[in-house]
């Protein structure tokens, strides 16, 4: 939670400083973002590296062979990573296309220094033939390619490729929308500002979850799922599978809450609260995972702001928040319409309980888990408000 702090603390004081310097009108909306971004992550970066460093000293002397060869594995991906990225632009699939332009300017500067940067992390590693060397042997045809070895690196790469330009190019966006917004008093207003100003920072500890991951920082992939299940119910939460998900979820009408009930009706700010309150937890939930964020990942154990009160706050918190928005109940004219938006939500619902039990079924093959989920199954949230309605039960079991 403290590199979370840091970057939070971080990205108040710009938002801050810019709103204070009127930065939005000198130089515009687009660089005024981009300026966020970077002095958000670049500071907590600068100090993560240093901290690394002091343990992890120069070890070994890689030869020039393995060199080459994770220069050649890191750039293909960088390269695919491009060409995917520009495939799913060109169909129009949002945000892929605020992504793609700058990645393009930088890919140069990147692939240049590409070697400098494998060097400087090789010379502190016990054993500088890692998995990327030897797939870029593969790739040199100095060695022969067998799917098994390479399974692992080549699939912690796919969630790479796959996730990268849907959260940095929603960061993209949703920090443009948050620079130019403008803040009042009015609650609704409020409320929209806090959503920008949440979802930007969820982003931005996303970004940094699939952007960073190294051996350098101490936070890179130990093991990533390989089911088809796993796989299916995550990815069609994200683009390009996210039009599936949408299509089922889709509701019979655009009514939402604040179409229900009014500022005047006593239900609406206890209404509000909930919602502001689930958000914030999810958030919340998303910053717990500092520099260690990623999707079908094991990285290390999270135990830290909501989880340690239960196994999934950010899947429970974004139910809850979109069963309250939508009030799937209000805006219909027959049951038809009732029961169709009441199995879109159930859907949404559905495929985020799966989620929580395909990442379980990962996640319990490490012992930290497993102990985590006997802490959370006894000493959690639920367990203790069982504890509580149904004291008697709870001691006799």
């Not at 971080?10 to 981009?34: A, E, P, Y």
């Not at 799922?225 to 990815?235: E, F, P, R």
């Not at 009408?253 to 609260?273: K, R, V």
């Not at 799937?328 to 038809?336: A, D, I, L, S, T």
Request: proline content about 4%; overall charge positive.
């Amino acid at each position: 939670m403290k590199a979370a702090a840091a970057l939070l603390a971080n990205f108040c004081l710009l938002l801050l400083l810019m709103s204070w310097c009127n930065l939005v009108d000198t130089i515009g909306h687009l660089l005024s973002s981009r300026l966020l971004i970077l002095g958000t992550i670049l500071p907590s970066l600068l100090v993560m590296v240093r901290k690394q460093l002091t343990v992890k000293p120069v070890i070994s002397t890689p030869s020039q062979q393995i060199i080459k060869a994770k220069t050649v594995c890191v750039g293909c991906f960088l390269i695919l990573l491009l060409l995917y990225s520009h495939l799913m632009a060109q169909l129009g699939i949002a945000p892929f296309s605020s992504f793609v332009f700058e990645y393009l300017l930088l890919l140069p500067l990147l692939l240049l220094l590409l070697p400098k940067y494998l060097l400087f992390v090789s010379k502190r590693q016990a054993e500088p033939e890692d998995e990327y060397a030897r797939l870029g042997l593969c790739l040199l045809r100095l060695k022969h390619f067998f799917l098994a070895e390479h399974k692992a690196l080549l699939l912690k790469s796919l969630v790479k490729l796959l996730f990268i330009p849907i959260m940095v190019g929603g960061l993209f966006d949703i920090a443009e929308h948050l620079v130019l917004f403008n803040w009042s008093l009015h609650p609704m207003a409020l409320v929209k500002g806090l959503f920008f100003f949440g979802l930007a920072f969820d982003l931005i500890i996303a970004s940094i979850g699939y952007v960073f991951a190294s051996k350098l920082l101490d936070n890179d992939v130990k093991s990533t799922d390989a089911t088809l299940s796993g796989w299916l119910v995550c990815m069609i939460c994200y683009p390009p599978l996210l039009i599936v998900y949408q299509w089922f979820a889709k509701q019979t009408d655009d009514f939402l809450w604040h179409d229900w009930l009014h500022m005047d009706h006593p239900l609406y700010w206890f209404w509000a609260f909930i919602i502001t309150l689930s958000w914030l937890t999810y958030w919340l939930s998303t910053a717990s995972f500092g520099w260690y964020f990623s999707n079908l990942t094991w990285r290390k154990l999270i135990d830290l702001g909501p989880y340690k009160y239960t196994k999934h706050p950010a899947y429970v918190a974004k139910n809850i928040y979109w069963w309250l928005h939508t009030v799937p109940f209000y805006g219909v004219n027959n049951h038809y319409e009732l029961l169709r938006n009441l199995a879109g939500l159930t859907f949404v619902s559905s495929i985020y309980y799966l989620r929580a039990k395909t990442e379980e079924r990962h996640l319990m093959q490490f012992p930290e888990y497993q102990a985590y989920a006997k802490h959370i199954a006894t000493q959690g949230l639920l367990a203790r408000i069982r504890k509580l309605l149904l004291p008697h039960k709870v001691s006799q079991s």
